[in-house]
């Protein structure tokens, strides 16, 4: 009798540990989760900013450089061979770097949707999933505003 | 003997007449090739490939003038002063002048002076530049719009 309930005592012991252990267990990979979408959503605040900050550059530089082709366009000054040359080189280079630009135009705000309703859902798995989908977008994007920034660069110093 | 030289009197006229026929067709030619409108005349056709310097031999226009015979034709009409000999007319330098305006008419055909390509070429480029940097400047605006929202955007503490 009483071996069985030494036997009945350690199985309800065996049990309630293993569950509090898998309670324990999956709470800590939510946490985790939870962590990891927090810092990957962190990485697509410092991104949208580091967008902003680019494009804020390309609008500057691009408004400079339409005023200093306004004053040529008025003045009539010569231009070098050199000059046409690099700026030949440039329209091609601006047009490459539009048409990439227009590839990923639209694709963030289609995610919209779905991170809403991941996180309604409290799905971390799936938030997770789309903010790295996000940062791969944004990191394009800041390739190709740095490219543009530094085209825009050669063109003001030629003109 | 009378009768026949009123006939022959009247004949010279005719053709004296025809003459002038001719000459005002091909004042009416010269004013539509400068307006950039003659494309209808055949005569103008055949004034315009003397000027592009194609002289095709069955090119005959509907007085059966040669393209030499217009050549010298438009000569005088550029002269002001109609000549009734349709031989052995040589280019004059205003028929090089016709030859130029005619060939504007036809694009392919360009004016090739070096510094007024060079003008061209220039005025081309920085107004393909400004055009490119309007467009720069509308898709940078849909760039920022395009964009994740504050609410998506998950923090510490935002999600329990």
């Given at each position: 009798m009483m071996k069985k309930l030494i036997l009945f005592l350690l199985l309800f012991i065996m049990i309630i540990s293993s569950t509090s252990y898998a309670q324990e267990r999956a709470d800590r990979e939510g946490r985790q989760k939870r962590t990891a979408a927090f810092s990957t959503a962190t990485i697509v605040t410092e991104n949208r900013t580091t967008i902003k900050t680019l494009a804020d550059e390309v609008r500057v530089k691009t408004n400079l450089s339409k005023q200093r082709i306004k004053v040529l366009l008025e003045r009539k000054d010569e231009l070098s061979t050199e000059q046409l040359k690099i700026l030949k080189n440039s329209i091609v280079l601006i047009k490459e770097t539009q048409e990439a630009m227009k590839t990923t135009m639209g694709q963030i705000n289609a995610y919209n949707n779905d991170i809403l309703a991941a996180r309604q859902a409290k799905d971390f798995d799936t938030l997770l999933i789309l903010y790295r989908q996000i940062i791969k977008i944004q990191n394009i994007r800041i390739n190709q505003l740095t490219r543009y920034n530094q085209i825009l660069d050669t063109l003001l110093n030629t003109l | 003997m009378q009768k026949r030289l009123i006939i022959c009197a009247l004949f010279i006229l005719l053709l004296a007449g025809c003459q002038d026929r001719k000459v005002t067709k091909l004042v009416e030619v010269d004013q539509n090739s400068i307006d950039y409108k003659?494309?209808?005349?055949d005569v103008s056709e055949s004034i315009l490939e003397n000027t592009t310097q194609n002289?095709?031999?069955?090119?005959?226009d509907v007085d059966g003038t040669t393209s030499s015979e217009n050549a010298k034709a438009s000569s005088e009409v550029t002269n002001g002063t109609p000549n009734t000999s349709f031989d052995d007319v040589k280019p004059q330098p205003d028929e090089e002048e016709y030859s130029n305006s005619s060939n504007l008419q036809k694009p392919i055909i360009i004016a090739k002076s070096e510094d007024l390509e060079d003008i061209n070429e220039r005025t081309l480029i920085l107004n393909e530049i400004d055009d490119l940097l309007d467009t720069t400047l509308s898709s940078l605006e849909k760039l920022e719009e395009d964009t994740l929202s504050d609410d998506n955007i998950v923090e510490e503490g935002g999600i329990e």
């Open positions: - | 003659s494309q209808e005349s002289i095709n031999e069955s090119s005959r």
